[in-house]
């Protein structure tokens, strides 16, 4: 049975070494991109590959027309797909994506697996830290690799535009959920966003409020019930964050609760701030 939204590091570890396991490292920081190839190299789950976040999982900043799609686009969908098979990646291979950062990176990968048409992806649950807390250790050695064949099938999730939400606005179409801290989502950290504030209509859902004190995700009967009151309806509803990013998190989190259907909205805030020509509210 494959794994398709979470895997406790005890599990993971029964199949770590598994020939068709791939295990992917997608630590990041944002203040600086060079960390998660250096933390990968100081120590790593056994067999584990690096997935950097501004290389691997996003695309050029502006596109062919020159317009700004945002700081972590979604890559070109081709070169996406030969990233994964060069990890080794086919189609009957469970993959295993995880962080040292509560699931904020390692999500964005588990989105993009099924956007591209494989649901055998799974977050572990408390990410490196619950790896260690366990007894497992870290290893320095680069995972082998082997060409793998994966095929680029339907995707299993949905996405929408700028232009989807802007016409949306108009008829209340969407329910927003902006997973950004909720001083970026009221527009007072000119730091993190120079254009402060947020989508009209948007509602926050922090993604940190999706975890647990030890970094592990709430029950889904939790997060189904802490939900409730921003999801009446799934497929009706958009996550966005900053860039991205986050806004997976609170899909994974959906999906952990029982609630699919939500789309994304790749470009998110960095997108929809860069066209002053789109209203944005600052007010709770």
């Known amino acids: 049975m494959a794994y398709t939204t979470l895997i406790s590091a005890d599990d993971l570890a029964e199949y770590v070494f598994a020939s068709n396991w791939v295990v992917i490292d997608c630590r990041h920081d944002l203040a600086n991109p060079d960390?998660?190839?250096?933390?990968?190299?100081?120590?790593?789950?056994?067999?584990?590959?690096?997935?950097?976040?501004?290389?691997?999982?996003?695309?050029?900043?502006?596109?062919?027309?020159?317009?700004?799609?945002?700081?972590?686009?979604?890559?070109?969908?081709?070169?996406?797909?030969?990233?994964?098979?060069?990890?080794?990646?086919?189609?009957?291979?469970?993959?295993?994506?995880?962080?040292?950062?509560?699931?904020?990176?390692?999500?964005?990968?588990?989105?993009?697996?099924?956007?591209?048409?494989?649901?055998?992806?799974?977050?572990?649950?408390?990410?490196?830290?619950?790896?260690?807390?366990?007894?497992?250790?870290?290893s320095t050695e680069a995972a082998p690799r082997t060409l793998g064949t994966l095929a680029d099938q339907p995707s299993l999730v949905t996405s929408v535009s700028a232009d989807d939400l802007l016409q949306g606005l108009t008829v209340s179409a969407y329910a927003i959920i902006d997973a950004r801290a909720p001083d970026?989502?009221?527009?007072?950290?000119e730091t993190m966003d120079p254009v402060g504030g947020h989508i009209p209509g948007a509602k926050n859902r922090f993604f940190k409020d999706n975890l647990q004190a030890d970094g592990r995700f709430k029950s889904a009967g939790q997060l189904r019930s802490e939900f409730s009151e921003l999801v009446k309806n799934p497929e009706t509803t958009?996550?966005?964050?900053?860039?991205?990013?986050?806004?997976?998190?609170?899909?994974?989190?959906?999906?952990?609760?029982?609630?699919?259907?939500?789309?994304?909205?790749?470009?998110?805030?960095?997108?929809?701030?860069?066209?002053?020509?789109?209203?944005?509210?600052?007010?709770?």
């Not at 994964?84 to 469970?94: E, F, H, N, V």
């Not at 999500?107 to 799974?122: F, N, T, Y």
């Not at 989190?253 to 789309?263: F, I, K, T």
């Open 35 to 138: 960390f998660g190839r250096q933390a990968y190299a100081e120590g790593h789950i056994p067999n584990a590959q690096f997935a950097h976040l501004d290389a691997d999982l996003a695309g050029e900043k502006s596109g062919t027309d020159k317009v700004f799609r945002g700081r972590h686009p979604l890559p070109d969908r081709a070169s996406f797909i030969a990233t994964l098979r060069r990890w080794g990646i086919d189609d009957d291979t469970q993959v295993i994506a995880y962080d040292a950062h509560g699931g904020m990176f390692a999500a964005r990968l588990w989105w993009m697996l099924k956007w591209v048409g494989h649901d055998a992806v799974a977050v572990l649950d408390g990410g490196l830290q619950a790896w260690q807390a366990s007894g497992m250790f870290l």
């Open 184 to 189: 970026r989502f009221r527009g007072e950290n």
């Open 238 to 284: 958009v996550m966005q964050c900053g860039s991205g990013v986050t806004a997976c998190h609170n899909l994974l989190a959906l999906e952990v609760a029982g609630l699919s259907g939500a789309a994304l909205y790749p470009g998110s805030w960095s997108e929809w701030c860069a066209d002053p020509s789109r209203p944005v509210a600052q007010t709770v």
